[in-house]
């Protein structure tokens, strides 16, 4: 078979939401198109960077006596999101970068965020996207928890936002996301 230009793709954002946060232990979607558990909340919109992938693969190189490699050890990888959110005003945006317990209030009467040390809690995410062809591609993180937000620039030049590393930790099964895709019509 060889090189087939139509396998490639960017991805956009699905217009109905992206990213999406649940409690941990939240069912969780299994393919592309059943439609989100309601404890799903949308994070609403991204930054224009879109969401990165990071798998940080450790390895340990076991040379024979003369300089050959004769076997790579994988010791541990790591499996992350990272994204911006730039809806600073949602409350779910809020709750999912301060913890749930340290927001209170809505925006019509006005929110408090306690700002402190306590462990943000862990959730489900799923962040969805369409490809080329209008191929829907689904990523399920059942379990991940924030753990790094980026400094937060507060100036007249650029959105306010919240950029967040997502770790991934493993299910049940060992497994840190799953992906699903399926050609649209």
Not at 35 to 56: I, M, P, Q, R, W
Not at 92 to 106: A, F, I, R, T, W
Not at 142 to 166: F, H
């Amino acid at each position: 078979m060889g090189n087939n230009a139509s396998n490639v793709s960017a991805g956009k954002p699905n217009i109905a939401g992206a990213i999406w946060c649940a409690p941990k232990g939240t069912t969780l979607p299994t393919d592309t198109s059943t439609n989100l558990d309601a404890a799903f909340k949308c994070l609403g919109y991204v930054s224009e960077d879109g969401t990165t992938n990071s798998t940080g693969l450790e390895s340990e190189k076991i040379k024979a006596w003369g300089g050959d490699t004769v076997l790579v050890i994988q010791k541990s990888k790591d499996d992350s999101f990272k994204y911006t959110l730039l809806e600073v005003l949602n409350e779910d945006v809020l709750k999912y970068v301060y913890g749930s317990d340290n927001v209170s209030g809505d925006l019509a009467t006005g929110i408090a965020i306690a700002v402190n040390n306590k462990d943000v809690e862990e959730h489900a995410i799923v962040i969805d996207m369409i490809l080329r062809d209008n191929t829907a591609k689904r990523i399920v993180i059942p379990d991940g928890k924030i753990s790094e937000v980026e400094d937060i620039v507060y100036a007249d030049s650029t959105a306010v936002g919240y950029g967040t590393t997502l770790e991934c930790i493993p299910d049940a099964s060992g497994n840190t996301h799953y992906e699903y895709l399926k050609k649209g019509e």
